[in-house]
């Protein structure tokens, strides 16, 4: 391998942090910004039912994205006076450059008029049918039927229950063995038998022992008014997490009388996440992905739910993304004291490794064909912090301090028309919410990238570098849902494959040719179906370690051409209305 596009051979890397944010962007001194304007609209059966409520009702949605632009535009704007003013520093936190105007080519970017919203869509279609099966939708029906009855009650008055779908799904990791996912009614937690904390798991010892974050659920922590059946046992939960819960649950004849009594009208999703990946964008949304399969299993829409967090870990860079379930922050266990709570509607999420983010790259195989389960978590990810999810088609611009929309391509809003936007992701030493003073697979010359793409790059292409640590994860999020290419070295950043435009692209930079990484944002962007490839450095010389971690020169010649053949790619899909429904 000569440092052209990396062949898909299996490995046993890791996505290591490298948490990721909005580019403001100054360019030639004046603020641009461009934004994602078209209504979202389901595009499955399953996200009109399961996507957040704004996609079922097509007034509603309307009315919400009009809303969401209003408050989108307003962030953005104050945010780049803020900059211009030199209250908010930009220079440590992106490098930006643009092929202006003064180009030959054409500008690449079609004017999408006549727009109309995308034709609602069957759940399977043919072209990921096998893939819905393996990895959608499809394989959380398929686990869901093997729900069998762990506690039932035939008291009426005070009925609780507990229902799980204890299975093996294959392409998972056998430590994560077995998965379950359990709902339960009228359950009772008693905090006072779970006060105590640990940092290691019970009946996972040594793994993870980062920090006292979790409980130890000691006998009648979780209280059930029902009778344990046959098909209960310690056996049927992950050894992370689930299993140290259901460890502390004792059936008893009735319920203790609760100090706490969570809202009734809603189901709660309890979530257990591990320990520093709430603070890591790859793991962070692995956990959530888990959190909005579990309302499809248990046929909830997302408005019906709220998340009870029961560890207890610091508050993390994506804590705004609970949002999605029922609109509301996600409300901390450790919040409640030493008391007995009540929870009458109640999820026990399966564990953030237990979704198909962390699946084995030994079973893997080319599935390029858009999940629809991804393609709605993104939507309803977008939608719960107030982004638009679709297609960009206005230009909206920041001009001596005046803020301008307009679909006018000839329109002087005092910079270019901008047509294809290419983000890079740097990473860089940051102490933000964890400790990373050292950070691997940092790109060793970053301008020299920069400047080699904006070269190449056809006219009206604006080329960005972000160090996003530095970015609230909702500018993050409108960055990349207005990119056309993610480019980066591997790392959790690379995560932000799900929230890309469905015609996008990925390109993963490797630091050696000779290291296996685990190909897991592969795997993120097969299943949503973008484009994506693979560039490794051929040339150990070039990769170098010192105390604030490593870095690779990478040949930014090469990058730079595999770049601009893919955005060629990129440009033709999202003309064809790839992901608009219009394709």
């Not at 990396?6 to 942090?17: A, K, V």
């Not at 948490?19 to 360019?27: N, P, S, W, Y």
């Not at 690449?108 to 990921?128: A, C, D, M, W, Y």
């Not at 819905?132 to 939708?137: A, I, L, P, V």
Request: aromatic share 8%; hydrophobic share 40%; with cysteine.
């Amino acid at each position: 391998i000569t440092g052209m596009p990396f062949s898909d051979t299996s490995s046993s890397g890791s996505c290591l942090p490298a948490i990721t944010g909005l580019c403001i962007l100054t360019v030639f001194g004046v603020v641009v910004l461009i934004s994602t304007l078209q209504p979202p609209v389901p595009t499955s059966s399953v996200a009109h039912i399961h996507s957040y409520p704004a996609f079922r009702d097509g007034g509603n949605a309307v009315q919400g994205e009009a809303l969401a632009r209003s408050n989108s535009a307003k962030k953005l704007v104050d945010s780049i006076l803020r900059i211009k003013q030199g209250t908010l520093k930009s220079d440590t936190s992106i490098l930006v450059s643009k092929a202006l105007q003064d180009k030959d080519e054409p500008s690449t970017r079609k004017q999408n008029e006549g727009f109309r919203p995308p034709i609602v869509e069957s759940l399977f279609h043919p072209g990921n049918k096998r893939c819905d099966r393996e990895f959608g939708y499809e394989s959380l029906v398929a686990w869901n039927e093997t729900t069998a009855a762990f506690c039932s009650s035939s008291n009426s008055a005070q009925r609780s229950s507990l229902y799980c779908a204890s299975t093996v799904v294959p392409f998972l990791r056998m430590a994560t063995r077995p998965h379950a996912f359990c709902t339960s009614e009228n359950l009772v937690l008693d905090l006072s038998l779970a006060s105590e904390k640990a940092a290691c798991l019970k009946h996972r010892p040594g793994y993870k022992c980062d920090s006292a974050d979790f409980r130890m659920y000691r006998s009648g922590a979780l209280q059930l008014a029902c009778q344990l059946t046959p098909n209960f046992g310690l056996n049927k939960f992950p050894a992370d997490h689930l299993r140290d819960i259901f460890d502390g649950l004792r059936a008893v004849d009735s319920l203790p009388r609760a100090d706490v009594q969570l809202d009734e009208q809603i189901t709660w999703l309890l979530v257990t996440r591990e320990n520093g990946e709430y603070a890591n964008l790859f793991h962070a949304m692995s956990d959530v992905v888990s959190a909005f399969g579990a309302t499809f299993m248990a046929g909830l829409s997302l408005d019906q739910t709220r998340v009870l967090l029961l560890d207890s870990h610091s508050p993390g860079p994506y804590d705004d993304v609970w949002l999605m379930f029922g609109g509301k922050p996600a409300l901390r266990l450790d919040s409640l004291g030493n008391k007995r709570v009540h929870i009458k509607h109640a999820v026990f999420v399966p564990p953030g490794y237990s979704n198909l983010l962390l699946a084995v790259d030994d079973v893997f195989h080319s599935c390029d064909a858009e999940l629809d389960l991804l393609k709605d978590f993104r939507s309803a990810t977008l939608s719960a912090l107030h982004i638009s999810p679709s297609l960009r088609t206005d230009v909206e611009c920041v001009a001596d301090g005046e803020f301008i929309t307009t679909q006018d391509p000839e329109a002087d809003c005092g910079v270019s028309q901008i047509d294809n936007v290419i983000t890079v992701i740097a990473r860089r030493p940051y102490n933000k919410f964890v400790q990373h003073s050292f950070i691997g697979r940092m790109i060793g010359n970053e301008e020299q990238l920069l400047r080699t793409m904006t070269a190449a790059a056809p006219a009206n292409t604006l080329v960005l570098m972000v160090d996003m640590a530095q970015i609230s994860f909702a500018d993050q999020l409108r960055l990349v849902a207005q990119s056309d290419l993610l480019v980066g070295m591997h790392g959790a950043g690379l995560a932000h494959g799900l929230f890309l435009p469905s015609y996008a692209g990925v390109l993963e930079l490797l630091p050696r040719f000779d290291t296996d990484f685990w190909k897991c944002h592969q795997f993120i962007a097969g299943w949503r179906g973008l484009v994506r490839e693979r560039w490794a450095n051929s040339d150990i010389s070039k990769f170098s370690q010192d105390s604030s971690g490593d870095s690779t020169i990478v040949d930014s010649k090469q990058v730079a051409d595999i770049s601009m053949r893919m955005l060629q790619t990129v440009v033709q899909r999202r003309e064809d209305g790839v992901g608009s429904g219009l394709a």
